[in-house]
Nanobody, 123 residues
C-alpha cells in the first residue's frame, strides 16, 4: 500500500500564502502523476494542479497564476505553493498520486489519496 501524508494547511487572511506538502511512502516503483484536488463544503471535488513524471504541470483556471505545483522525485513528494489566497479557495485539499508499486517481480498500479488538509481563507 502506498500511503500519503499531507501537511501545511491552516487559516490565513485573504492575500496570504500557504504551502502544502505531501509525501508518499511504501513500495513505490514509479510515480506517474502527482496532483492536488480540493473540495469545498457542498461542492464536488475538483482538480487544482497536476505534475507529471517528466515535470509538466497543469493548473485549473481558478488558481492559474496564484498556485504553483512542484515535485521532488527523490523524496516522492509534491508541493502546492498557494499565493494571493481568496476566500473562495477555502476547502479541504487532497493529494493524489498514481503510479506503480510492489516488488520487482510483482508490481501493480496504485492510485492513492491523502487524508486531506483544511485551508481556510477568511478575514
Amino acid at each position: 500500500q502506498v500511503r500519503l501524508v499531507e501537511s501545511g494547511g491552516g487559516s490565513v487572511q485573504p492575500g496570504g500564502s500557504l504551502r502544502l506538502s505531501c509525501e508518499a511512502s511504501g513500495s513505490i516503483r514509479r510515480i506517474n502523476v502527482m496532483a492536488w484536488y480540493r473540495q469545498a463544503p457542498g461542492k464536488q471535488r475538483e482538480s487544482v494542479a497536476v505534475i507529471t513524471s517528466d515535470g509538466n504541470t497543469y493548473s485549473s483556471d481558478a488558481v492559474k497564476g496564484r498556485f504553483t505545483i512542484s515535485g521532488d522525485n527523490a523524496k516522492n513528494s509534491v508541493y502546492l505553493q498557494m499565493n494571493s489566497l481568496k476566500p473562495e479557495d477555502t476547502a479541504v485539499y487532497y493529494c493524489n498520486v498514481k503510479g506503480r508499486q510492489g516488488l520487482s517481480y510483482l508490481t501493480s498500479e496504485f492510485d492513492s489519496w491523502g487524508q486531506g488538509t483544511q485551508v481556510t481563507v477568511s478575514s
